[in-house]
């Protein structure tokens, strides 16, 4: 089994086309910053290129017990998949949370461990929540970093129930799994997921991204 996990990887510039949490988003020209249901703007939380494109990740920070951003079709998140040709920084609007504050850069590790050997009582083990809770920045270190991983790519959504899988806004599909996101490291650094574990979804003919905590 194989996990392609995030790892926290110090500052980022605000503006780069790397993967990162944080800083300024890039867009197309004509983009506009995506408003929730409350009024105000979302928050900027993640830049992650993917394979076809780059998936912009934003949630709502104005109330955060009453806006929620952990449904997949609320007002109070949105995930875009953009062409990964000609993106800018966007301008950023004046008022309400719109940034985190600051840009972290996401290096990828891929994890590669033997289900056999994994500790889990009840059925298939669960390919993301081994490979966080195994994470080690070297595997001589006697204590895990967890709080280093940001996330993963790619892979399955983890002791996620089928009912919570979003259809596509456009063509009513299943989207397929994009990324796992955790809050961070530090509150400087951290997107407020309210504890809980974010997922990204998109489905890639439309162009249309979901996003949900659970
Ligand atoms: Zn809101
Ligand atoms: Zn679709």
């Known amino acids: 089994m194989q996990t392609t996990l995030m790892i926290h990887d110090g500052p980022a510039p605000a503006d780069s086309d790397i993967l990162r949490t944080g800083g300024v988003p890039l867009a197309p020209a004509g983009f506009v910053w995506p408003v929730c249901g409350c009024g105000g703007p979302l928050q ?3 830049h992650l290129p993917v394979e076809d494109g780059v998936l912009s990740v934003f949630l709502c920070q104005n109330d955060p017990g009453a ?14 998949l953009f062409p990964r040709e000609e993106l800018r920084p966007v301008v950023v609007p004046e008022a309400g949370l719109t940034l985190l504050p ?13 289900p056999e050997e ?12 081994v490979a966080r809770s195994g994470w080690k920045r070297e595997p001589e270190e006697q204590f895990g970093k967890q709080r280093e991983v940001l ?4 892979g399955s959504p983890s002791y996620l129930e089928d009912d919570r899988l979003p259809a596509c806004p456009s063509c009513t599909g299943t989207m397929e799994f994009a990324a ?9 650094t ?18 249309e991204g979901a996003f949900l905590t659970d």
């Open 67 to 80: 806006c929620e951003f952990w449904d997949a079709t609320s007002s109070a998140n949105r995930v875009h």
């Open 118 to 129: 994994a500790d889990d009582e009840e059925g298939e083990p669960d390919a993301y929540d």
């Open 190 to 207: 951290a997107m407020n997921l309210g504890g809980q574990l974010g997922y990204v979804f998109v489905c890639r003919s439309c162009r």
């Open 44 to 46: 900027f939380f993640a």
């Open 180 to 188: 796992h996101l955790e809050e961070g490291m530090t509150r400087e």
């Open 151 to 154: 996330g993963s790519l790619g």
């Open 102 to 114: 600051t840009a972290s850069a996401i290096r990828t590790q891929l994890v590669t461990f033997d």
